[in-house]
């Protein structure tokens, strides 16, 4: 469809500007010299053609002209094996198009609109938060959401199913009643199981929100909704036959409520009769004491004590008593042993932890969702009303984003009404809060709705305060926020730009990190992500929670610490613990806290040396040079290859004489082949340079008993070599790095795909950016200033739901 | 509808809360609901499939003679009650073949995977879409939800249960398609609240109906002035937003509609202590879902492929997985087939509840089609032919129970699957390793 556009424009503007005439356009001589040969009328290669000198009014052909730009500024265009201008012209040509595009667009510009854009399941658990100071669980209550460009906050792809809607009522009922501590959620006891990952490993102190001096276990978030009675009942560990494992020898499992001790068990230890044999139990059984203990010695585990309602800290772990010395290792188990060994002479884990209660429930206690709900207690039912009033108009600003109008008010005090007259106050505001969670003015933002008819119109500032929020902090806007909308001092560059600061030093801003670098480096895949365990017997859970928290890490300090975007590629830090530091094989790292170090090697450090980011550019068995490669051209250069053409044979694994074929001779089948060659000549020597990187991260010299050669050579003839190599072919690509990374952001920033019409914003952004060095706050800032983010077009037709797939 | 002769009231219900977890617990309360015949006019199929692991010792569970003469087995032995309503089937073989480039194993993973599939899964985790997804997909619309997985025992996900494959596998039989592997339920809590929420307390459902309904329409009317704000783009995306609101409302009317003729019943509080009474809760649960309509698919594995639970209270302290691999011992064969025989007794008490629960012009089993099996024969060598496979229920009308069908040899499984689903009005083009149709008339 896109592919026809120029020719439509084309039409239009031969019939318009038809008989105009001056002195050829500066790109004119180029097109003719470089670009003709293919994309004339005649052959128009790849739909393209631009010989008519009307197109040379470059405002009305943006489209077209954005695309040529992009094209030759990467360098993509012409092809190799055709006559290629100098840089020197390249670049000039390059320039003055940008000013021709910049110029048309300043003259009109078209800031573009989001169309009415629903809160994803992280805005929403965020805005829940900030709203009524309650955690939840939003995996739980509401559906996943969506992806769309990259982002799960693209307003196209957020839609409203039935099933939505459905979720949406439960959850608010659910929130409503949680938040003021409804008495019938004492009614029937809830039962919350919570389960430890098998694979990960509890011999040492998993987590820093353990004791120290603990081993293994969990720690969790647990909302107790009322004051009263919950038992606490732990399963350990089996193996797949259902043996408890580790247990030769007693040892102590504390529970923990917010740090404090509320019960020691001691479990293990005490089986009788004669034993199956070590790793055999499940295929030969012992004497049936020995069975029955081996399957059940946990049954006890459970205690029974009085919690006071809110969320607390819960944690199940054992006391660590070595029963061996530190620091010998026993080699591991891998794939079906690990799973079929009893362990018995070794340590036992948690299995799940279940929380059950309010047995004997109590009142709703003095939390913090009820302290910043009940703003004013009334005192005789004449005052009810007025305080019922207050409460919701003071929730109701913070949850649609602005104060309410009197009609929003005199609705959910009729649901005030109604249940407060069933079952008193607190219900009625239990009742009118529900009705708030499931508005459309919480659930959606729609911006500006009396102004969208046409032409182009500045945001409001409650709007304004919206996109400020939900792109820095996934979140609702704060009070302070709220109250610069009110006074209509947002939209001053002085106040705007103190906010933005003020918000980036927010911890909220680590929304950033969870929701926009972990979908641009597409690293939110680690969570689900399984290797293959039979190669990667040292991949556990711990290893994935430490790929995790590096990346975290590195990238809240590159934001807090305010460096340039290219440091992003050219650190020499990152953040590490033991597991990881074994993993990356140093020494002298002990211990779970993760801590700043600096590498020397020039592998690791920043994201290419990550190996979260290499393991899932990789495939569960190997590296996938051409995946990598893929990675690098679309995420960092912004020059996505198309998809493969249709009917690829696949690539023989083996040899005509029966040898397996290295990775690097399947991919050389690549380049014979001219219909792959065209693209994989730019993928696939990107993918090399970090094959020293093995598919869980690791460093490796070899790979299939092969010395690994990370040496390549990429399209343009520019050689590459190792991951070091690549560092510095990124940098030395730095327009199309800085452009692809702020095109990602606007993206996010947006919640919007990002078109041609953009470009010019995002030129704008990286020429004020680079007197900064590119750093965080200034591309930051230069989006928050930009037109795309403070203006938004009337509605045109067209121009909704387009997307950019082809835009390059 | 209302139920009005209460055979326990709901005081009692909530006084037995907390302290333990009065089971089996419908029981008590089934009277009431009994009397009332269902006012629907036509009663729709539902689909049940229950998974036994570790496999069975053939020789008990095979009647000998084929046809509608014939003995039944020992293992079958609780089923008897039941015969006219219940097809065996035996010959049926799972072998499909393993993904390109990988080996043949006929393990674990291979029978829970394969039982609903009939696909081998991959070392990487795929396999195929299962029976119960392919019809909760038709019929899920019709019910607040598509399909609910119940299980006794816990998955996991992260390691391997079986050569270099995945615990998924052998922790599931549902699969929403070849990469979407479902967690099975475990707490009969969650299940219950994802059913029902907190009771099935007619009065207290419809208070939260009405709530719900009040806040729809103040929605509707929220919606219907926004729409009158915005442009045109934004108008046809909350005309959608509408038709959802309007759509939930539909919902909730159907649910009003049902809503007396489920029993009285509080979320259980957690896992009762006995394997009995956990299985119980379960069975209960599934035909609370199929009563109340509020999903007519429900698969549920009494056990994990490589289960190591120990049967003390039948005799059998010994755990299954080593059992079941006996070596030809009869002792340990014997106590294999006494765990059969307890698993089958297990499902015959649901049977007989399904039987005895009316609905529209018959009962729920009449209208019900339940696969009970395994996914080996012979688990002392993994034998994935011949399994032992029934199908118990009427199918409403279009099942006929009370015989043993042996295939031919070599019909793949899943040619069972698509008669079935053929029969069940869902017919599918083929499915895992089909190679045609398996006649079960």
């Known amino acids: 469809m896109r592919r026809v556009v120029p020719v439509l424009l084309l039409i239009i503007c031969s019939a318009t500007f038809f008989g105009q005439s001056s002195k050829p356009a500066p790109q004119r001589e180029f097109v003719d010299k470089y670009c003709i040969a293919c994309h004339n009328d005649r052959t128009r290669t790849a739909g393209v053609t631009l010989a008519s000198p009307e197109l040379d009014k470059i ?30 012209t390249r670049k000039t040509t390059v320039s003055s198009l940008e000013t021709a595009l910049d110029r048309a667009a300043a003259a009109n510009p078209k800031p573009g609109r989001v169309s009415a854009h629903r809160l994803n399941r992280t805005e929403y658990a ?56 409804d008495k019938t959620l004492g009614m029937v006891p809830t039962a919350i199981l919570y389960s430890v990952p098998k694979l990960l490993e509890q011999d040492i102190r998993t987590s820093e929100e353990l004791s120290f001096g603990s081993r293994g276990g969990l720690a969790v978030r647990h909302n107790f909704p009322l004051d009263g009675e919950y038992a606490f009942k732990v399963r350990l560990r089996r193996q797949v036959y259902d043996y408890i494992i580790g247990m030769g020898s007693p040892q102590k499992l504390d529970v923990r409520i917010d740090g404090k001790l509320v019960k020691r068990f001691t479990v293990g230890g005490e089986a009788k009769g004669i034993r199956g044999p070590l790793t055999w139990n499940g295929e030969i059984v012992g004497d049936t004491d020995y069975e029955l203990y081996m399957h059940a010695a946990d049954a006890g585990l459970e205690v029974r004590v009085p919690v006071s309602a809110g969320i607390r800290k819960v944690t199940v ?146 709007d304004l305060a919206s996109r400020l929020s939900f792109f820095l902090w996934s979140s609702i806007p704060d009070d302070e926020l709220l109250t610069l909308a009110g006074r209509g001092r947002l939209k001053d560059p002085i106040v705007l730009d103190q906010q933005v600061k003020r918000m980036l030093r927010d911890s909220r801003s680590n929304a ?99 190996g979260g980011v290499l393991m899932v550019t990789s495939y569960p068995d190997r590296t996938a040079p051409v995946v990598r490669g893929f990675w690098v051209l679309e995420n960092l250069l912004g020059m996505p290859p198309p998809p493969p053409p249709p009917n690829v044979p696949d ?134 200033k930009s037109t795309p983010f403070q203006y938004i077009s009337g509605e045109m037709p067209g121009r909704q739901g387009t997307t950019n797939k082809d835009k390059n | 509808m209302i139920i009005t002769k209460k055979a326990i009231s709901r005081r009692t219900v909530l006084k037995g809360l907390g302290a333990t977890l009065a089971l089996p617990f419908l029981d008590a309360m089934m009277p009431a609901s009994t009397a009332i015949a269902r006012s629907a006019a036509k009663a729709p199929t539902r689909f049940g499939a229950i998974y036994v692991p570790n496999g069975v010792i053939p020789g008990k569970w095979f009647p000998t003679a084929e046809g509608t003469d014939f003995e039944y087995s020992p293992s079958l032995q609780p089923l008897l ?74 998955v996991d996900s992260g390691t391997s249960c079986d050569f270099g494959r995945s615990c998924v596998y052998t922790g599931t039989i549902s699969w929403g398609g070849p990469t979407a592997p479902l967690p099975m339920e475990q707490s009969p809590s969650a299940a219950f609240e994802r059913l029902f929420g907190e009771n099935t307390d007619p009065a207290a459902r419809r208070a939260r109906m009405q709530q719900k309904g009040s806040i729809l329409d103040s929605l509707l009317q929220e919606v219907g002035k926004l729409q009158q704000k915005v442009g045109p783009a934004d108008r046809t995306k909350i005309t959608g937003y509408l038709e959802s609101v309007r759509d939930v409302e539909q919902r909730i009317q159907k649910a009003v509609e049902h809503n007396a003729e489920v029993p009285l019943v509080n979320r259980p509080a957690g896992i009762p202590e006995t394997f009995e009474e956990q299985a119980k809760l379960m069975f209960d649960i599934q035909l609370l879902a199929y009563q109340g309509d509020v999903t007519r698919v429900v698969t549920y594995m009494i056990g994990r492929e490589f289960s190591g639970r120990t049967y003390p209270e ?76 029934l199908l118990v229920g009427g199918g409403s009308g279009e099942l006929k129970g009370g015989r043993h069908i042996k295939a031919a040899p070599g019909t793949p499984l899943a040619n069972f699957h698509m008669s079935l689903m053929s029969k069940l009005g869902v017919p599918v083009e083929s499915h895992g390793n089909s190679t045609g149709l398996f006649n079960i008339d």
């Open chain 1, 59 to 88: 405002g009305d052909n943006a489209e077209l002209w954005e695309k040529v730009l992009h094209k030759v500024r990467t360098g993509q265009m012409p092809p190799l094996n055709m006559p290629r201008p100098d840089d020197a």
């Open chain 1, 126 to 181: 965020n805005a829940i938060r900030d709203l009524l100071t309650l955690e939840i669980d939003a995996k739980a209550l509401l559906l996943p959401d969506e992806a769309d460009e990259g982002f799960d906050n693209v307003a196209a792809s957020l839609a409203l199913s039935p099933s939505h809607l459905e979720r949406y009522l439960s959850a608010a009922r659910e929130i409503s009643r949680r938040a003021i501590g």
């Open chain 1, 317 to 462: 772990a054992f006391v660590d008593t070595p029963w061996e010395p530190e620091g010998l290792q026993q080699p591991r188990q891998v794939d079906f042993g690990r799973g079929s060994d009893e362990q018995y002479e070794g340590y036992a884990a948690v299995d799940t932890v279940a929380i059950r209660g309010p047995f004997q429930p109590g009142g709703p206690g003095d939390t913090a969702s009820r302290r910043i709900i009940f703003s004013c207690k009334p005192n005789g039912s004449a005052a009810e009303e007025p305080c019922a009033r207050k409460i919701l108009t003071t929730l109701a600003r913070r949850a649609y984003r602005r104060p309410a109008t009197e009609d929003e008010i005199q609705t959910l005090l009729g649901f005030y009404r109604t249940g407060s007259k069933e079952s008193g106050f607190e219900s009625g505001i239990q009742s009118a809060l529900e009705r708030m969670l499931v508005s459309f003015n919480f659930l959606f933002r729609i911006e500006n709705p009396a102004a969208t008819a046409s032409g182009t119109a500045r945001l409001n500032d409650f």
């Open chain 1, 512 to 610: 950033l990190v969870d929701s926009f670098a972990n979908q641009w480096l597409t690293t939110r895949k680690l969570q689900t992500w399984l290797p293959d365990q039979i190669l990667f017997p040292d991949w556990d859970e711990n290893l994935r929670d430490a790929f995790v928290r590096e990346t975290e890490l590195f990238m809240e300090d590159q934001l807090h610490e305010d460096h340039s975007v290219i440091d992003l590629i050219n650190a020499n830090y990152s953040f590490i613990n033991e597991r990881l530091a074994k993993h990356y094989g140093m020494s002298n790292v002990y211990g779970e806290r993760f801590r700043r170090v600096t590498f020397t090697d020039g592998a690791r450090g920043g994201i290419l040396g990550q």
């Open chain 1, 651 to 784: 690539l023989a694994l083996v040899n005509a004489d029966g040898r397996k074929r290295t990775l690097r001779e399947q991919m050389e089948l690549h380049r014979a082949n001219p219909a792959c060659a065209t693209c994989h000549v730019r993928m696939d020597p990107l993918g090399f340079a970090l094959e020293n990187f093995d598919a869980i991260g690791r460093w490796r010299k070899e790979s299939d008993g092969v010395p690994v050669d990370a040496s390549a050579v990429f399209a343009d003839g520019t050689p590459i070599d190792g991951v070091q190599g690549l560092k510095k072919f990124v940098i030395g690509h730095r327009d199309d790095y800085v452009t692809t990374f702020t095109s990602r952001l606007l993206t996010y920033a947006l919640g919007r795909s990002v078109d041609y019409s953009d470009n010019p914003a995002i030129r704008k952004i990286i020429r004020e950016a680079a007197a900064n060095d590119y750093r965080w706050s200034s591309i930051i800032s230069g989006i928050v």
């Open chain 2, 81 to 154: 009650p039941f015969r006219d309503r219940i097809l065996i089937l035996s010959g049926l073989d799972s072998v499909p073949p393993p993904p390109p480039g990988e080996r043949q194993y006929n393990n674990h993973a291979d029978a829970s995977t394969r039982f609903l599939t009939d696909t081998t899964p991959s070392h990487i985790l795929r396999a195929g879409v299962s029976v119960d997804q392919v019809l909760a997909k038709k019929w899920g619309a019709e019910t607040s939800l598509p399909s609910l997985e119940l299980a006794l025992e816990s």
């Open chain 2, 314 to 389: 039948i005799g059998v302290p010994d755990a299954h997985h080593p059992i079941s691999h006996h070596q030809r011992d009869p002792v340990r064969m014997e106590k294999l087939s006494k765990i059969n025989h307890y698993h089958v007794s297990l499902f015959s008490w649901f049977v007989d509840k399904m039987k005895n629960t009316p609905d529209g012009d018959g009962s729920l089993l009449d209208h019900s089609a339940i696969i009970y099996g395994a996914g080996m024969s012979e688990g002392n060598g993994h034998v994935p032919l011949n399994l032992p496979i």
